[in-house]
């Protein structure tokens, strides 16, 4: 993807339990950049992979596929005022996360953020019903 005027259409297949927040947030920023993104997700898309999904102009989701939100996780450690410092930052990720999950929709991202606190597993019908996704086929 050196040269982005050399493509028209991107096609990107996703099954991923995910990973690691800034690295998705870095596909997304990339992703971004292409005028016209199809994700389609068979099997999983969970976690950060959410953020991979949300680049797609298009966003589908196989009518087998799972989702799943959930808080930020990780390990904290140093003193007290770091460990702090590192909780309020996770926070932050996860306002952030929903917010771009919802793309922008402020009453959406509250949704999420209700369901990531749960650990939501979540359906194809499910993901397309919050509008993680813009169809499920078959």
């Not at 040269?3 to 099954?15: A, P, R």
């Not at 003193?79 to 306002?95: G, I, P, V, W, Y």
């Amino acid at each position: 993807l050196k040269d982005k005027d050399e493509y028209n259409d991107i096609q990107v297949v996703l099954c991923s339990q995910g990973g690691d927040t800034y690295s998705g947030l870095a596909i997304l920023g990339l992703l971004s950049q292409f005028p016209d993104v199809e994700v389609s997700v068979y099997g999983a898309c969970m976690s950060a992979a959410f953020l991979v999904l949300t680049a797609g102009h298009l966003r589908r989701a196989h009518k087998q596929a799972w989702g799943m939100l959930h808080e930020d996780s990780g390990e904290l450690s140093g003193n007290t005022t770091e460990m702090h410092s590192q909780a309020l930052h996770m926070k932050k990720t996860d306002k952030q996360y929903n917010l771009i999950l919802a793309r922008g929709d402020k009453e959406l991202a509250k949704q999420y953020d209700i369901k990531s606190i749960n650990h939501a597993y979540l359906t194809a019908d499910e993901m397309l019903e919050l509008k993680l996704v813009d169809e499920v086929f078959e």
